[in-house]
C-alpha cells in the first residue's frame, strides 16, 4: 500500500518486505542524503533536466518529444536507438524523428546481431552519449541495460500482445486479463537464483516472437522471466502519478507469490529549489513542488536487495538514473507518456 507521510511528506511503500507498520517512513531511518546521492555533476544535470522537461512540456510533449529536449538540454549529440528484431521498423522511424544538426541517432546497420551486448559494443564503438531502447523482449532488455555503458532512457516498452501500451494489463487486470495474470508462475516452482544471469542470458538469445496465439502482454513475459530466473523478491520503482498503477502491480506480484519492494520517485520530499529550478520553471508555480529522486529509488531498492526492478511510468531521463544505479537486472515495464496514454509508438504513426 502506498502512502504518505504527514511529517515529511515522502511517499513510501507500506507492507512488502519492509513490513513496518503504519509510523514507518525511510526519512526516518538512515534515509540517504540527496546531496550525497547527487555528488556526480551528470547524475545531477540529468535529474535537473528531467524535471524541466517534464514541466515545459506537461501534457503537451509526447514521449518522443522529450527524449529528444532532454538530449538537446544534456547536450547529447549521438543517440543509439536499440531494438529487438521486430521493432526494426518503429526503430528506424525513431531515428528519423529524432535525426538534426545537434542530433544523430545510432542504428545497428541490417544483418548486424541484435544481441544486447553486441548492441552495447556497437554504441560503444560509436561513441554514444545516450542510448534509447526502442522495443525489446524482457531478458535482451535487461541485459541491455547492464551491458550500455552510458545513460539508457526508455521510449518504447514492448508489448505485442497489447499493441506496445503496456498499462492496458494493469487496467484489464481484473476483467479480460484476470486469467492471464494470476496462477501461472507459483513459488513452489520456482529454481535457483544463483542461476539468474544463465537463465537471464538464454532467454536473451531467443530473438523470434513470443509466441502463443494471443502472444503474452509484456507483464506475463517479465514474471515468465523473473519466474525461469528464479527471482522470488522483486522491486518496483515507480512515478507518483503512477501510484494507483503500482498498487495493481504490487498486488499482481504477491499474488503470484512474489516479494515486493517499491520506491515512489518524490521519495525523499526535497524542493526542486535545491537544483536551482526557479518558481517560472514548475509544473505549478507559486505551489510547493518535489524534486523526483531517481537514485534514492534506486538506493531504497538496493538496499532491500531486490533481485529485479520493474521501472513504472518514470521521466525521460530520471529513469536513466535510475538504471544507472540499479545492482539487479531491471526493465522498464510501462513508459509514460501523458499526451499518448502511455503508448509512446502511437506517435510513429
Not at 500500500?1 to 513496518?20: E, F, L
Request: aromatic share 6%; proline share 7%.
Amino acid at each position: 500500500m502506498t502512502v504518505r507521510c504527514a511529517d515529511c511528506q515522502s511517499y513510501v511503500c507500506r507492507g512488502g518486505i519492509r513490513d513496518a507498520g503504519p509510523d514507518f517512513c525511510p526519512m526516518h531511518q538512515e534515509y540517504p542524503q540527496f546531496e550525497e546521492l547527487y555528488q556526480d555533476p551528470r547524475i545531477r544535470a540529468m535529474l535537473k533536466n528531467a524535471a524541466l522537461i517534464e514541466a515545459r512540456g506537461y501534457g503537451r510533449w509526447t514521449r518522443l518529444r522529450e527524449v529528444a529536449e532532454f538530449s538537446h538540454l544534456m547536450g547529447f549529440r549521438r543517440l543509439g536507438i536499440a531494438h529487438g528484431p521486430d521493432m526494426a521498423g518503429e526503430a528506424r522511424k525513431i531515428g528519423e524523428a529524432l535525426a538534426s544538426p545537434e542530433l544523430t541517432p545510432v542504428l545497428p546497420l541490417q544483418g548486424h546481431s541484435l544481441d544486447p551486448q553486441a548492441l552495447a559494443d556497437l554504441f560503444r564503438e560509436e561513441g554514444t552519449d545516450l542510448n534509447v531502447v526502442a522495443g525489446m523482449r524482457v531478458a535482451p532488455e535487461a541485459l541491455f541495460l547492464r551491458a550500455s555503458d552510458v545513460p539508457v532512457v526508455a521510449l518504447i516498452a514492448r508489448d505485442e500482445r497489447l499493441r506496445h501500451n503496456p498499462a492496458a494489463a494493469l487496467y484489464t487486470s481484473r476483467s479480460y486479463l484476470q486469467d492471464a495474470l494470476h496462477g501461472h508462475w507459483p513459488g513452489t516452482e520456482r529454481g535457483s537464483v544463483e542461476d539468474s544471469a544463465t537463465a537471464l542470458t538464454a532467454m536473451a538469445t531467443q530473438l523470434g516472437p513470443t509466441g502463443g496465439d494471443p502472444p503474452p502482454t509484456r507483464l506475463e513475459e517479465a514474471l515468465s522471466v523473473v519466474h525461469r530466473m528464479g527471482v522470488s523478491h522483486l522491486g518496483v520503482s515507480f512515478c507518483v502519478g503512477f501510484r494507483a498503477e503500482a498498487e495493481i502491480l504490487s498486488k499482481i506480484l504477491v499474488v503470484n507469490g512474489f516479494k515486493v519492494s517499491s520506491a515512489c520517485c518524490k521519495t525523499g520530499a526535497t524542493p526542486k529549489e535545491e537544483v536551482g529550478i526557479r518558481d517560472e520553471e514548475k509544473i505549478r508555480p507559486g505551489r510547493p513542488e518535489m524534486i523526483c529522486n531517481p537514485v534514492a529509488q534506486a538506493e531504497l531498492l538496493n538496499r532491500d536487495r531486490v533481485q529485479f526492478t520493474f521501472v513504472l511510468g518514470q521521466c525521460v531521463g530520471h529513469d536513466a538514473a535510475t538504471f544507472w544505479h540499479l545492482e539487479a537486472p531491471a526493465i522498464c515495464l510501462v513508459t509514460k507518456d501523458r499526451v499518448l496514454a502511455h503508448n509512446p509508438v502511437a506517435a510513429l504513426r
